[in-house]
T-cell receptor, first 114, second 114 residues
Framework: DTEVTQTPKHLVMGMTNKKSLKCEQHMGHRAMYWYKQKAKKPPELMFVYSYEKLSINESVPSRFSPECPNSSLLNLHLHALQPEDSALYLC?????????????FGPGTRLTVL | GQNIDQPTEMTATEGAIVQINCTYQTSGFNGLFWYQQHAGEAPTFLSYNVLDGLEEKGRFSSFLSRSKGYSYLLLKELQMKDSASYLCAVRDDLRGGATNKLIFGTGTLLAVQP
């Protein structure tokens, strides 16, 4: 299984809602990532987890809360989002953080905040 | 600061060769990746360069010159399915350890015409 899966594919939420994005991989990878991608822009790193510990937080607002319950799962909890947070949220994984590990990307969750 | 530049759009003809350039100025450098991204889909890995020179992989080749902060992706025998965005990404381990942080370029949208 060389796939990263993400659910849901699409999500529409209001600014007062609480929702979660889920990411799963069964490749035995120990590093997992969240990226945000706005239309016609490149992905921007949000968070990196290594061995289930948060390794990088790219100064992301606290309304985004990541969680890594085990080595196969990565969640992104959303609360009190703004319309400008509407974007494609991509999850990725890699064997570790050491070079030269390519990152495998999931298909993304397209989020719309009303 | 971090700066990775690519042409915004390119057009080429089926069966031809196209070269997509990427120039970068980043605080750290530990390798350069090329990813392909079809509209609405996840980025998929194409190539990786960490040393100067050319890496060839079937119809795709990638070149790196670290002294010039320059890379290119060469696509041969273009096919219609090669129409996609091509993302150049620099691996930055600035924080003194392995972080596998990828900084993506602006992306090049390639249109292959019959």
């Amino acid at each position: 299984d060389t796939e990263v899966t993400q659910t849901p594919k699409h999500l529409v939420m209001g600014m007062t809602n609480k929702k979660s994005l889920k990411c799963e991989q069964h490749m035995g990878h120990r590093a997992m990532y969240w990226y945000k991608q706005k239309a016609k822009k490149p992905p921007e790193l949000m968070f990196v987890y290594s061995y289930e510990k948060l390794s990088i937080n790219e100064s992301v607002p606290s309304r985004f809360s990541p969680e890594c319950p085990n080595s196969s799962l990565l969640n992104l909890h959303l609360h009190a989002l703004q319309p400008e947070d509407s974007a494609l949220y991509l999850c990725a994984s890699s064997p570790g953080l050491a070079s030269p590990d390519e990152q495998f990307f999931g298909p993304g969750t397209r989020l719309t905040v009303l | 600061g971090q700066n990775i530049d690519q042409p915004t759009e390119m057009t080429a003809t089926e069966g031809a060769i196209v070269q997509i350039n990427c120039t970068y100025q980043t605080s750290g450098f530990n390798g350069l990746f090329w990813y392909q991204q079809h509209a609405g889909e996840a980025p998929t890995f194409l190539s990786y360069n960490v040393l100067d020179g050319l890496e060839e992989k079937g119809r795709f080749s990638s070149f790196l010159s670290r002294s010039k902060g320059y890379s290119y992706l060469l696509l041969k025998e273009l096919q219609m399915k090669d129409s996609a965005s091509y993302l150049c990404a620099v691996r930055d381990d600035l924080r003194g350890g392995a972080t596998n942080k990828l900084i993506f370029g602006t992306g090049t949208l390639l249109a292959v015409q019959p």
